[in-house]
């Protein structure tokens, strides 16, 4: 009975910084919420970058966190 100790550790796929990947880790593969956002608001308005272009800036990343934490109550 040999028990992994070694925590699996993966790259965040926004900033690159390393993460554990825990279960109770609700922010993974990303290493924060901040980064999960951009993630997920990237895709959402199609605007998604090529891994090493400029990320949007902080305005933009504090809007949409502020939109997110609302619950993305936009209309249909
Ligand atoms: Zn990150």
Redesign the pocket.
């Known amino acids: 009975m040999s028990q992994s100790d070694r925590p699996l550790e993966v790259a965040?796929?926004?900033?690159?910084?390393k993460?554990v990947w825990r279960e109770d880790n609700p922010y993974r593969p990303?290493?924060?919420e901040?980064?999960r956002l951009i993630d997920l608001g990237a895709w959402a308005d199609g605007s998604r970058r090529i891994a090493g272009e400029p990320a949007m800036d902080e305005t933009e990343i504090d809007e949409m966190i502020l939109r997110a934490e609302r619950g993305f109550q936009e209309p249909e």
């Open positions: 965040c796929p926004q900033c690159r910084k993460v990303f290493c924060s901040r980064c």
